[in-house]
């Protein structure tokens, strides 16, 4: 749904966008991230045997019809209370043969905490201007602020490409989106992260009027969509 529209725009006239999608391309390839409304407690009970979204389409040769089920792996991401341990899906192509593996969207790659607690952090920090000491306090050690500042630094230096890849969608799709607006909110915004996370606000607003399979989305959600959507245009990492 999402993918095919992200492939559509690709081949949009715009030469910033044309500029950024090539220099996207080049970096190596994401792995699937689908919506799984459930959470991580729902996924490790359903979803150990049987993978609960099925590609279309390889996104690395964009082939129908050609992957077949290649295994698992295991992750183990935790909440600050409980580490959980779930099967991540694979397939195989049989036109190109590359391997992708199937990330719910509430997963990142490379962290061991959930997207949401990780959100949780930066967006406290980004808007509400909490401390660590703060977030240390709120976090009861779980995690350590060690680890929260390297989320901190991760996201920021990722913001301004994700950042000019949204707006640049948004000037496509929802040209009279009040994030566009000159002298509106964006202009508000203290920071690129900042900037980031309202923009990421404007984009799931617009995505959630058209598809029903994100009505589960909410405010708290920006990163987590962003990362689904990210995901589609082959940004690579974000955190």
């Avoid at 913001?159 to 009040?178: C, H, K, T, V, Y």
């Avoid at 607003?205 to 990210?230: H, I, M, N, Q, T």
Wanted: glycine share 8%.
């Amino acid at each position: 749904m999402l993918k095919a529209l992200s492939q559509q725009e690709k081949g949009k006239s715009d030469p910033n966008f044309q500029s950024l999608a090539a220099t996207i391309r080049a970096r190596p390839p994401m792995p699937i991230v689908f919506v799984y409304p459930g959470g991580v407690k729902q996924y490790q009970a359903e979803c150990g045997t049987l993978c609960p979204y099925q590609p279309d389409k390889c996104p690395e040769c964009a082939t129908s019809g050609q992957l077949v089920k290649h295994g698992v792996y295991w992750r183990k991401p935790r909440d600050g209370e409980q580490v959980y341990w779930i099967a991540i899906h694979r397939w195989r192509c049989k036109a190109c043969r590359h391997t992708v593996s199937a990330l719910p969207d509430f997963l990142l790659r490379f962290r061991w905490y959930l997207l949401a607690v990780v959100s949780g952090v930066v967006v406290a920090r980004a808007e509400q201007g909490a401390s660590w000491g703060d977030l240390q306090a709120e976090a009861q050690g779980a995690p350590v602020v060690r680890t929260m500042q390297r989320w901190w630094q991760a996201l920021g230096s990722q913001a301004g490409r994700w950042l000019g890849m949204i707006q640049a969608f948004l000037a496509q799709q929802d040209s009279p989106s009040p994030w566009l607006d000159p002298h509106g909110e964006a202009a508000q915004a203290l920071s690129t992260l900042q900037a980031l996370l309202g923009a990421s606000g404007h984009l799931l607003a617009w995505a959630k009027s058209r598809w029903a399979a994100l009505a589960s989305y909410g405010w708290e959600d920006r990163l987590r969509f962003v990362w689904l959507w990210g995901s589609e245009q082959g940004l690579g990492r974000l955190v």
